[in-house]
């Protein structure tokens, strides 16, 4: 009978272990904020939590804040416009569309929205989904 247990108490750890180690997930990381200069309008940065983009209006100038955003894993390239005026930030939620361990790029950018016209970009931010 001990030998019964001893043998039941070595599978059992056997099988612990084996689920410790099976289960990890792959851990993506936050990138850097990135804001644009010459004046500051727009910071962006991306939070791996939901693979999200957040896009913040620094300027009250009038016009728009950009994050222009490459994921090419998924072939997003994209831009996100936040137009809800200053001091405002909005927030693109990639999702599940997003595969884990994909690299995100970004960089904020001053816009004007009517035309589309995107200008004076920040240096290039990065992280993983």
């Not at 599978?11 to 792959?26: C, D, E, R």
């Not at 309008?41 to 209006?57: A, E, L």
């Not at 009038?62 to 405002?88: D, F, L, M, R, S």
Request: proline share 3%; glycine share 12%; aromatic share 10%.
């Amino acid at each position: 009978m001990k030998k019964i247990y001893s043998v039941l108490a070595i599978l059992g750890a056997a099988l612990a272990l084996v689920f410790a180690t099976s289960t990890s997930s792959f851990a993506g990381t936050d990138g850097p904020q990135v804001c644009n200069s010459g004046p500051q309008s727009t910071c962006v940065k991306f939070y791996n939590d939901g693979d999200v983009i957040r896009v913040w209006d620094t300027d009250c100038d009038g016009h728009a804040a950009v994050a222009v955003v490459q994921i090419p894993a998924a072939g997003i390239n994209e831009n996100v416009w936040n137009t809800a005026g200053c001091n405002t930030y909005v927030d693109r939620n990639y999702g599940t569309a997003v595969p884990e361990g994909s690299s995100v790029y970004y960089k904020g950018c001053y816009g004007v929205y009517s035309t589309k016209e995107i200008t004076r970009c920040s240096g290039l931010g990065g992280g993983t989904a």
